[in-house]
Nanobody
Framework: QVQLVESGGGLVQPGGSLRLSCAAS????????LGWFRQAPGKEREGVSC????????FYGDSVKGRFTIARDNAKNTMYLQMNSLKPEDTAVYYC???????????????????WGQGTQVTVSS
């Protein structure tokens, strides 16, 4: 059974850092296109950062460019989102996602993903 389990969320002060992890089980993460999305109260789910299946192409939302980094560790079957210089507007529930459809480009549309984690809350506040 395919499963994604997130961890690493929490409360952090503005300017701080967090690293989100998304551990996969039941399948090999290396064969999937991956993404991180977030959803704040009253807003639509938006793409934060996405990764193509095999050639490492990445997408970053304009609001997180230069501050967030997506990575995959195939040996640990885990993907990460390193978040630096966090701002209050980064506050949201963050979700990891994966699609088994091969993609040589980062998929930014959440409807293009087959599997989702349960979500982890990130709150940036002083």
């Amino acid at each position: 059974q395919v499963q994604l389990v997130e961890s690493g969320g929490g409360l952090v002060q503005p300017g701080g850092s967090l690293r989100l992890s998304c551990a996969a089980s039941g399948w090999s993460l290396g064969f999937y296109a991956l993404g991180w999305f977030r959803q704040a109260p009253g807003k639509e789910r938006e793409g934060v950062s996405c990764l193509s299946t095999s050639d490492g192409r990445t997408f970053y939302g304009d609001s997180v460019k230069g501050r967030f980094t997506i990575a995959r560790d195939n040996a640990k079957n885990t993907m990460y989102l390193q978040m630096n210089s966090l701002k209050p507007e980064d506050t949201a529930v963050y979700y990891c996602a994966a699609t088994k459809s091969y993609s040589n480009y980062p998929r930014t549309d959440p409807t293009g993903y087959d599997y989702w984690g349960q979500g982890t809350q990130v709150t940036v506040s002083s």
